[in-house]
């Protein structure tokens, strides 16, 4: 899994910058109010759960990430939030003993990616080892109770850009295919062109029906949706 510390000092000033429509994944997040309590698998910053916290402030939520540098500043932003807590560490070895109604990620561990067709998804990864993605799920899993919620965001493809972000700063990214994944290059450059930061991440990818079958292992059956919100996430219920 990569090191995203270097990243950490930017991240929100990149995602910030229309990276993400955080509203519209808010918005579909508050269409399960059955949940009481939520997860969010590769929290970042917090950026997700600090309008979550204010959408929902009854629901107990938490947070885990790998990365020390990024659940810093997430811990200082959630600190108004009494209901939030974060906690460092790797989904192949989580371990919150307790139970939640929904978990999520957007662009975290794991998500979707839009293909050419209506109903062509892949699934991407943020780890790399077969065996770990699949350990990963089953702890998720032992985190759900029977009948709990999986949601996986669900992105645009993703292509090589840059684009001006806030504070005249650019940012850039280039996608190179590798072996059962893609590897992608993220550049930050000042107005000079001096670059502030340049960190390298490979993920592996799934076909739409290798990571159903590869969910379905670890105890979650695919749920499809429509209508509202469903643009934002697919659905997975734990057996």
């Not at 989904?91 to 050419?116: C, H, M, N």
């Not at 065996?131 to 919620?149: F, Y």
């Not at 550049?187 to 991440?201: F, G, K, S, W, Y």
Request: hydrophobic share 40%; net charge negative.
């Amino acid at each position: 899994m990569a090191d995203y510390t270097e990243m950490s000092t930017y991240y929100d000033l990149i995602m910030t910058s229309g990276y993400y429509d955080y509203d519209a994944i808010v918005a579909d997040l508050t269409l399960f109010p059955q949940a009481r309590t939520v997860l969010e698998i590769g929290c970042g910053t917090g950026l997700i759960l600090e309008r979550l916290a204010d959408r929902r402030p009854e629901v107990e939520i938490s947070g885990v990430d790998l990365t020390r540098a990024m659940l810093d500043i997430a811990e200082v932003r959630l600190a108004p939030h009494d209901q939030v807590s974060t906690h460092e560490q790797n989904i192949v070895d989580l371990s919150l003993e307790r139970q939640y109604d929904l978990a999520f990620s957007y662009g975290g561990v794991w998500y979707f990616v839009r293909g050419p067709g209506a109903d062509d998804f892949t699934l991407v990864s943020h780890i790399r080892d077969a065996d770990e993605n699949r350990r990963g799920l089953e702890r998720l899993a032992a985190h759900l109770p029977a009948g709990g919620t999986l949601l996986l965001g669900i992105q645009d493809p993703h292509s090589d850009y840059a684009r001006p972000v806030i504070g005249g700063l650019e940012y850039a990214q280039r996608i190179i295919p590798i072996e059962k994944g893609f590897r992608k290059q993220y550049t930050l450059a000042a107005a000079d062109r001096t670059i502030v930061m340049d960190q390298t991440t490979d993920y592996r990818t799934y076909t739409f029906e290798e990571a159903i079958e590869l969910l379905d292992k670890c105890g979650f059956e695919y749920r499809a949706r429509s209508g509202a919100g469903a643009s934002m996430f697919q659905e997975f219920r734990k057996r």
